[in-house]
């Protein structure tokens, strides 16, 4: 592996809902998430109620983290546990869970990252129209004040929203997740409010004293299906939805040239400033890039997302393509420069099957494959003049992967969804290592 640069930080990342299952107990409300799972079960029937058991689990799990001696833990907060039903009444156990998980990283000389909100919307708040309703933002915004105020002290970093793209176009726009609503365009509404609840939460972060503030934001190159103009413009039309509709306001307080139209009468004077808050660091999360279609006429939207033929793929079938991910750190900051602070990788990771073989061993050289790739792009991204300051592997431990449920598995850390076990992969004891070498490198 070839070096990055001096203080890089070599991380893991998980999420409230994938992994801590305990939905009902200490006071925990309901998120949208059970709803959704219960609503449309995954093929094996989970529902994230038990998921790795971190809830159980968290001193095993922090001295995993330890053992690998990654320098950051990227983790995130579930809303309802800490306001059940979003807004009101703190649930005092559940602010203090994250309050112990902070205090456990930092005796382990692990850098907190904290997240407000991956995906799991209080139930409560979904009842009362969720992130259609504006109140949703201004609650959100009232959350991270509160989480703020207990943790800015100790959390080194925060991501206010993880993958607002995704909740937004997929949670409202196609309905493939939580809350499960087909909006089509009707969802850009929602990608305002989910920028404002941003801008809050940057906000409230910054007056209870937090240290830095970032976003991390899914990003997929986009590769149109063919040359035809219909599949180029199709292409251009979902890069400005998927990348720029996220990245420009954020950075420059403004949307897309080509997609602005559209959101004018959904724009109020002060929304665009409000969202365009400086941030210390911009999350990245990557997987693969995204092929994409002219759709025919009478579909809902004008695009279609298409199979990319000549790739390797991963478990669940996403492409393998490190070097679009080289491509999108360069071209990014060519486009940004100065309005652009260090990127951080947020996420990054891959899901293969593998379980223990009849010695115990989890063999997934496909996943040190991948993510050695995948590094050696941020480090050539680097040598091009690309400051990418962190790498974060999604993720530390198997868990509920959304509607997949427990069937992908991206850890470094094999769980048995049965026993609850926890065995590290070789992947585990290969970014051990590469861990061990930049920290050898930089004395
Ligand atoms: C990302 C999500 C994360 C996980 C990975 C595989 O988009 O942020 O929770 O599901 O995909």
Redesign the pocket.
Known sequence: MPLLPPGFVLGA?T?A??IEGATAEDGRGPSIWETYARRHPPADGSDGSVAADHYHRVDEDVALLARLGVSSYRFSISWSRVLPTGRGPVNAAGLDFYDRLVDRLLESGLAPMATLY??DLPQALEDDGGWINPATAVAFGDYAGIVGERLADRVSSWVPI??PN?AAFLGYGNGTQAPGHRLYFDALHVVHQLLLGHGRAVGALREAGAREVGC?N?HAPIWPFSEDPADVGAGKLFDSLWNGMFLEPMLLGRYPVDVAPLMDDLVAPGDLALIRQPLDFYGV?Y?SPIRIAAAPDDAPVPFEVFEMLGYPRTD?GWTVVPDALREWLITFRARFRAALPPIVVT?A?A?YAVGPDERGVVDDQARIDYLDAHLRAVVEACERGVDVRGFYV??LLDGF??T?GLA?R?GLVHVDHETLVRTPKRSFAWYAEVIAAQTRSVG
């Open positions: 990342a999420a809902a994938q991956h995906h993880s993958e995704v991390a899914n999360n997987y669940r996420e990771g899901s999604w993720s992967e959304w997949e992908q991206y």
